[in-house]
């Protein structure tokens, strides 16, 4: 939720502040049926799959915005991993 609070106050914001707001409003209804669920004063299942459903939504959205406005950086193995990670800018 802070993170799409950030990108709604921010003057080059990476979503249209629509879909901020609904990735914030998803995560009070996650945080409210997760504090329900937890104390068992209100058990909502359809909420917290809906919640994790739409949420993953929003955030694969300001994931492919991010990636559009830094560019995609090349991938490299890990010479000692063996892992493909992500080559950094250098400035």
């Known amino acids: 939720m ?3 609070w950030a990108d709604t106050r921010s ?9 901020d707001a609904f990735g ?19 058990v909502l299942p359809i909420a917290i799959r809906l919640t994790i459903t739409l949420g993953c939504g929003v955030f694969a959205a300001l994931g492919m915005q991010i990636v559009r406005h830094e560019g995609a950086q090349p991938a490299r193995a890990h010479p000692l ?6 080559v950094g800018r250098r400035s």
């Open 11 to 19: 003057d080059s914001a990476l979503l249209p502040k629509a879909i």
């Open 81 to 86: 991993l063996g892992s493909v990670v992500a």
């Open 2 to 4: 802070a993170v799409l």
């Open 24 to 42: 914030i409003a998803v995560g009070g209804v996650a945080l409210v049926s997760g504090l329900g669920y937890v104390s068992g004063t209100l």
